[in-house]
Nanobody
Framework: QVRFVESGGDSAQPGGSLRLSCAAS????????MAWYRQAPGEQRELVAS???????NYADSVSGRFTISRDNAKNTVYLQMNNLKPEDTAVYLC?????????WGQGTQVTVSA
């Protein structure tokens, strides 16, 4: 059973920064594709950023240039550095792991951006 410990969600002002962390209890963490998704109230869940086992990253257009996803395989952890936050970034951010056609989800951490 895969479990996640997500942290870093908080309130921030527009233009501010937050760093999300997701520690996963996964054997061979380095083989998994990891991602961050977000879901705002009344909206569909959307991909924010992903990082492959080889380190290739992918970003939603709305966050490209502002957010950076990274991973530390020695710590079984994936990070999301969020800079220049905007009110539209307000959402629950969920950690996601994918391997061998299976996917696992964290419970999410709340990010709220307001003046």
């Amino acid at each position: 059973q895969v479990r996640f410990v997500e942290s870093g969600g908080d309130s921030a002002q527009p233009g501010g920064s937050l760093r999300l962390s997701c520690a996963a209890s996964i054997d061979a963490f380095g083989l998994y594709k990891m991602a961050w998704y977000r879901q705002a109230p009344g909206e569909q869940r959307e991909l924010v950023a992903s990082i492959s086992s080889g380190g290739t990253t992918n970003y939603a257009d709305s966050v490209s240039g502002r957010f950076t996803i990274s991973r530390d395989n020695a710590k079984n952890t994936v990070y999301l550095q969020m800079n220049n936050l905007k009110p539209e970034d307000t959402a629950v951010y969920l950690c996601n792991a994918q391997f061998a056609r299976q996917t696992w989800w964290g419970q999410g951490t709340q990010v709220t951006v307001s003046a």
